[in-house]
Nanobody, 124 residues
Framework: DVQLVESGGGSVQAGGSLRLSCAASGYTYSSYCMGWFRQAPGKEREGVASIYKEGLSTYYAGSVKGRFTISRDNAKNTVYLQMNTLKPDDTAMYYC??????????????????WGQGTQVTVS
């Protein structure tokens, strides 16, 4: 079974930083597109960033471009989301997801078949 487990969420003041991690198991991790998504109460799930292989291709939502960085360590089957200059609008549940589709775009939420349980990020 595919398993994705997020960690690293928490509460932080505006302007601060957090790094989210997502550990993957149960499939050929290195060949999959990995993405980060978020969902705030009352809002639709939003694709934040995605990465293909070792960064051959990356995508960022306009709202996070220049502040967030997605990366992956295929040796550890882990994908990261470094979040800097956090704003209250970044408050949401953050999810990691995997896709075997191309292109690798977090904007195409329906392409992602495997999802983690989420980790909460609160910015005040």
């Amino acid at each position: 079974d595919v398993q994705l487990v997020e960690s690293g969420g928490g509460s932080v003041q505006a302007g601060g930083s957090l790094r989210l991690s997502c550990a993957a198991s149960g499939y050929t991790y290195s060949s999959y597109c990995m993405g980060w998504f978020r969902q705030a109460p009352g809002k639709e799930r939003e694709g934040v960033a995605s990465i293909y292989k070792e960064g051959l291709s990356t995508y960022y939502a306009g709202s996070v471009k220049g502040r967030f960085t997605i990366s992956r360590d295929n040796a550890k089957n882990t994908v990261y989301l470094q979040m800097n200059t956090l704003k209250p609008d970044d408050t949401a549940m953050y999810y990691c997801a995997a896709s075997d589709q191309w292109p690798c775009l977090a904007a195409q939420t329906a392409d992602f078949a495997y999802w983690g349980q989420g980790t909460q990020v609160t910015v005040s």
